[in-house]
Nanobody
Framework: QVQLVESGGGLVQAGGSLRLSCAAS????????MGWYRQAPGKQRELVAV???????NYGDSVKGRFTISRDNAKNTVYLQMNSLKPEDTGVYYC?????????WGQGTQVTVSS
């Protein structure tokens, strides 16, 4: 069993910042890439950012230059620093982890950006 638990969501004004965390636990030996996806109401889930175990990163076009993903392999935790937030960043943010070829998801954390 693999568990991913997100924290750090909330309500923030446009232009503000939030930091999300996701801690992985359970049968996660050798956990590989970890990342963040988001889903706005009525829209499909989309990539926000992903980071490999070695630290290589990839970002969705809409968040480049504003969001930063990082991870602490010793703590099996991935972070998402979100700056200059916009109302269109509103949605449920899901943590994702790849373990032995299988994708696992957290329960999601709500991020709401008010204008």
């Amino acid at each position: 069993q693999v568990q991913l638990v997100e924290s750090g969501g909330g309500l923030v004004q446009a232009g503000g910042s939030l930091r999300l965390s996701c801690a992985a636990s359970g049968s996660i030996f050798g956990i590989g890439a970890m990342g963040w996806y988001r889903q706005a109401p009525g829209k499909q889930r989309e990539l926000v950012a992903v980071i490999t175990r070695g630290g290589s990163t990839n970002y969705g076009d809409s968040v480049k230059g504003r969001f930063t993903i990082s991870r602490d392999n010793a703590k099996n935790t991935v972070y998402l620093q979100m700056n200059s937030l916009k109302p269109e960043d509103t949605g449920v943010y899901y943590c994702n982890g790849l373990v032995l070829g299988d994708n696992y998801w957290g329960q999601g954390t709500q991020v709401t950006v008010s204008s």
